[in-house]
C-alpha cells in the first residue's frame, strides 16, 4: 500500500478487483420496483373484492370476488418476497466485501506483527 492512497481508495480497488457486480447495474432494481409495486397491488385487489362481493347478491360474483381478494393476498405475499430478496441482496453484497477488506486487513496486521517480531 503506497503511502499516498487512503484506505478508501484501497477499498474501492480491491472490491473491484473481487469483480463484485455493482448492485445498481443490472435487473435488481428492476425486480426491486416490481416487488413494490406488487405490494400495492395485493391490497387493491383486495379492496376491489370487496366492493364486488358486498354489490351484488349473486353468490356465483360473490365467489369470483373470493378468487380475486385470494390472487391479491397472493400478489402481495410475491411482492414483499421480491422485495425483501432484492434489498437484502444489495446489503448483503456490499457486507460480504466489506468483511472481506477488514479480514485482509486483519491479515496484513498479523503479518506485519510477526515480521516485527
Do not use: C
Request: proline share 3%.
Amino acid at each position: 500500500m503506497t503511502s499516498t492512497e487512503s484506505r478508501a481508495d484501497r477499498f474501492t480497488r480491491e472490491l473491484s478487483e473481487l469483480k463484485i457486480p455493482d448492485p445498481s447495474a443490472g435487473r435488481s432494481s428492476l425486480w426491486l420496483r416490481l416487488g413494490i409495486a406488487l405490494m400495492v397491488v395485493g391490497p387493491i385487489l383486495g379492496v376491489v373484492a370487496y366492493f364486488m362481493s358486498h354489490n351484488t347478491s349473486d353468490a356465483l360474483v360473490q365467489r369470483d370476488a373470493i378468487v380475486v381478494s385470494i390472487l391479491g393476498v397472493a400478489v402481495a405475499v410475491v411482492g414483499a418476497a421480491l422485495y425483501l430478496r432484492y434489498s437484502l441482496t444489495g446489503f448483503l453484497r456490499f457486507w460480504m466485501a466489506r468483511q472481506s477488506f477488514d479480514l485482509g486487513m486483519l491479515a496484513e496486521r498479523t503479518s506485519d506483527s510477526e515480521v516485527q517480531a
